[in-house]
């Protein structure tokens, strides 16, 4: 998982992800790592401050079809949606 380096994050936000999730998710986010890359820069060019939390809180959906997380986005306004996750990243799992 040293890729999750190059993404600003530090060794204790990776050792948070890796004690709050379970051997399956952290197998996937070492397998899964341009996947991963992808969907968080993606997200991170909107420009959202609190983007690590998005990615800790809400991993599994980094693990999205590339294509699916773009188009989920997509089809907000981009400055209300990054209001709405910089005020709650718990939205993200509403979208």
Same mark, same amino acid.
């Given at each position: 998982?040293?890729?999750?380096? #190059?993404?600003?994050? $530090? ?13 399956? #998710?952290?197998?996937?986010?070492? *397998?899964?790592? +341009?996947?991963? $890359? $992808? ?13 690590? =939390? ?15 997380? +773009?188009?989920? *986005?997509?089809?907000?306004? +981009? $400055? #209300?949606?990054? +209001?709405?996750?910089?005020?709650? #990243? =718990? ?5």
């Amino acid at each position: 998982m040293e890729y999750l380096f #190059d993404l600003d994050l $530090t060794l204790e936000e990776i050792n948070k992800i890796k004690s709050t999730y379970d051997q399956k #998710d952290l197998e996937k986010l070492e *397998f899964f790592s +341009r996947l991963v $890359t $992808t969907n968080y820069n993606h997200l991170k060019s909107y420009g959202i401050n609190n983007i690590k =939390a998005c990615f800790m809180n809400h991993l599994k959906m980094f693990f999205y079809n590339p294509d699916k997380f +773009r188009s989920i *986005f997509n089809k907000y306004d +981009r $400055t #209300d949606l990054v +209001r709405c996750i910089e005020k709650n #990243d =718990a939205v993200l799992e509403k979208l």
